[in-house]
């Protein structure tokens, strides 16, 4: 039985611990300072709960010392020092960051590593890089990738048509950072909420637009291959507007504590969510464009007797499967490992990653003149 350590007692660690738990092939030690938020999570013999600073970097490094796999389920800004302790314990590494810079200081610190570094775990970066690549890997040439992604109240009923299904600083930091995006062939930074497109799923209308973090390494491991590659975040229609007056013409992308305030304290939380999954994938195939599309929703559900929001199943499943391959030696790869380095065979065999599996995956083969 091997020992994790959770680093964060919040809505993702509360059911990375669940689901480990529940799976009864570990030990795990959770951390966070946080007394309140431990204290909410069952008691269990195969968990120990510990109040923690996890920003003290020397106590963190010695509590976790020991454990042979770190996840690391906190705020985006605490994502390095957690890295540091887990590389000082010379154990392997798991976070769900979104955030550019946490990552490159991930991959910094994995270069020396000698245990696997694999950041950006969760959904977006994470599953869909995996079958964004997956699905890419099917072309024989590559002209346009496609990942869209949302976590959507079931019933909006404000004009932003939007509630806080996540962290709002991951909300913040994603409409108001650079977009890595291939335009044309070329690597570019481009402005969040541009690029608007519209879609339809199962006859529902949504809107998408350009956000910062969701590609992940995937841009890395397809330039020069694909001659576009955007990801964007799926909202309903009318939002995107409004939080373009927000940020834009009212200038809150340039205050934001004052938005993550307004975010945290002005937009209500829900728990009936939905998170929708659109990838898409244009290219030569047998001599001929085609056009390959994944497409799947997912809801919440009850787990040990407990109900579970869509975006914390999502995510959490998603960094539990990764952790059981790692655990099983199916990844072996010493430091940085990206999502896409994964199989998506092994990933959706593996008893979490069974959440992503779908019948309604639709593959259209849309021949066009060449």
Not at 319 to 340: M, Y
Request: hydrophobic share 40%.
């Amino acid at each position: 039985m091997q020992n994790v350590a959770v680093v964060g007692a919040g809505q993702i660690g509360d059911l990375i611990v669940t689901l480990l738990v529940e799976s009864k092939d570990y030990s795990i030690s959770l951390f966070d300072a946080n007394e309140t938020g431990l204290a909410k999570i069952k008691e269990n013999p195969r968990l120990r709960k510990s109040a923690l600073d996890v920003s003290d970097e020397v106590a963190l490094r010695d509590a976790i010392c020991g454990h042979q796999i770190v996840v690391s389920a906190c705020p985006y800004h605490l994502t390095e020092k957690v890295a540091t302790a887990a590389a000082a314990a010379d154990a392997h590494y798991i976070d769900l960051t979104e955030d550019v810079a946490s990552t490159a200081a991930v991959m910094k610190l994995a270069s020396s590593a000698k245990g696997s570094f694999i950041p950006q775990c969760g959904l977006a970066p994470g599953i869909v890089s995996i079958l964004a690549n997956d699905l890419a890997s099917q072309f024989d040439e590559l002209d346009t990738v496609k990942l869209k992604v949302g976590a959507l109240p079931r019933y909006p009923s404000n004009s932003l048509s939007y509630n806080l299904t996540w962290s709002p600083e991951g909300v913040v930091n994603e409409y108001c950072n650079p977009c890595n995006v291939i335009f044309d062939g070329h690597r570019l930074d481009a402005p969040p909420l541009e690029q608007r497109e519209e879609l339809l799923i199962d006859g529902v209308a949504y809107e998408s637009f350009n956000t910062s973090g969701g590609l992940g390494s995937l841009a890395d491991s397809l330039e020069g291959k694909v001659r576009n590659l955007s990801y964007q975040s799926i909202r309903y229609p009318g939002h995107a507007a409004i939080m373009r007056t927000l940020l834009r013409d009212l200038g809150l992308s340039n205050r934001r504590e004052l938005l993550l305030d307004i975010f945290a304290h002005s937009l209500p939380a829900t728990s009936q969510d939905v998170v929708i999954i659109f990838i898409t994938v244009t290219g030569m195939r047998s001599g001929r464009l085609e056009q390959t599309t994944y497409t799947n929703k997912i809801y919440g559900k009850s787990i040990a007797g407990r109900d579970f929001t869509a975006i914390q199943l999502s995510t959490a499943s998603s960094a539990c499967a990764v952790l059981d391959l790692l655990a099983e030696g199916h990844i072996s790869k010493r430091g940085f490992v990206r999502q896409e380095d994964i199989g998506l065979d092994q990933f959706l065999g593996n008893r979490f990653g069974r959440v992503f599996t779908t019948d309604r995956t639709e593959v259209e083969q849309l021949a066009s003149v060449a």
